[in-house]
C-alpha cells in the first residue's frame, strides 16, 4: 500500500513500485530497502537483479498481507526504472530497446519475461526467446 495525503492507497504497478523504491534508496546511500507489498513476478526481477550484482541479497516476508521484502543494497545501480506499458518484442528485436533505455551494449541489462521465465536480455538472446519488457537497470 501507498500513503497518500494520509489515505492509505493500493500499489497498482507492483514492479513500477519495486524499481523506484531501491532506485530512491540507493539514491539515498542506504544499505537496505524495504518494499512492500511483492508479487512472484517481483520476487523474480529480484533474482535476476541478484545474479548480475545489481544487489547482494534479498529476503521475503510473509505479513498476511502481501508480503515484504528486505533488499540488501549493493551501491551498483545508476538507474534502475519499469517499462510502462509492456512491450512485447520478437527474439531479433532486442537491439532497438537495447539502444532506447540502456547506456551501452555493455553496460545494464533489460529485465524481460519469457515463456522460459524472467531473465535478462542477453539471456534471451542467447536462448532465441522472445518475451514482454518490464524494465531496466545499468
Same mark, same amino acid.
Not at 507489498?37 to 498481507?65: E, H, T
Given at each position: 500500500?501507498?500513503?497518500? *495525503?494520509?489515505?492509505? &492507497?493500493?500499489?497498482?504497478?507492483? =514492479?513500477?513500485?519495486? $524499481?523506484?523504491?531501491?532506485?530512491? /534508496?540507493? &539514491?539515498? *546511500?542506504?544499505?537496505?530497502?524495504?518494499?512492500?507489498?511483492?508479487?512472484?513476478?517481483?520476487?523474480?526481477?529480484? /533474482? #535476476? &537483479?541478484?545474479? @548480475? /550484482? $545489481?544487489?547482494?541479497?534479498?529476503?521475503?516476508?510473509?505479513?498476511? *498481507? +502481501?508480503?515484504?521484502?528486505? #533488499?540488501?543494497?549493493?551501491?551498483? =545501480?545508476?538507474?534502475? /526504472?519499469? =517499462?510502462?506499458?509492456?512491450?512485447?518484442?520478437?527474439?531479433?528485436?532486442?537491439? !532497438? @530497446?537495447?539502444?532506447? @533505455?540502456?547506456?551501452?551494449?555493455?553496460?545494464? =541489462?533489460?529485465?524481460?519475461?519469457?515463456?522460459? +521465465?524472467? &531473465?535478462?536480455?542477453? !539471456?534471451?538472446?542467447?536462448?532465441?526467446?522472445?518475451? #514482454?519488457?518490464? +524494465? @531496466?537497470?545499468?
Amino acid at each position: 500500500e501507498v500513503l497518500i *495525503r494520509g489515505v492509505s &492507497m493500493p500499489a497498482t504497478n507492483i =514492479i513500477a513500485n519495486t $524499481f523506484s523504491t531501491i532506485y530512491n /534508496n540507493e &539514491m539515498r *546511500r542506504k544499505h537496505s530497502c524495504v518494499i512492500a507489498p511483492v508479487s512472484k513476478l517481483a520476487l523474480q526481477v529480484l /533474482n #535476476v &537483479m541478484k545474479a @548480475y /550484482n $545489481f544487489i547482494q541479497d534479498y529476503q521475503y516476508i510473509n505479513d498476511g *498481507r +502481501g508480503g515484504k521484502v528486505v #533488499v540488501k543494497l549493493s551501491a551498483k =545501480i545508476n538507474k534502475c /526504472n519499469a =517499462i510502462s506499458p509492456r512491450i512485447s518484442v520478437s527474439k531479433d528485436g532486442y537491439d !532497438e @530497446y537495447d539502444r532506447q @533505455y540502456l547506456p551501452s551494449y555493455t553496460r545494464g =541489462i533489460l529485465i524481460v519475461s519469457t515463456p522460459l +521465465g524472467v &531473465m535478462s536480455h542477453h !539471456e534471451a538472446q542467447s536462448k532465441g526467446v522472445g518475451g #514482454v519488457l518490464l +524494465g @531496466y537497470v545499468y
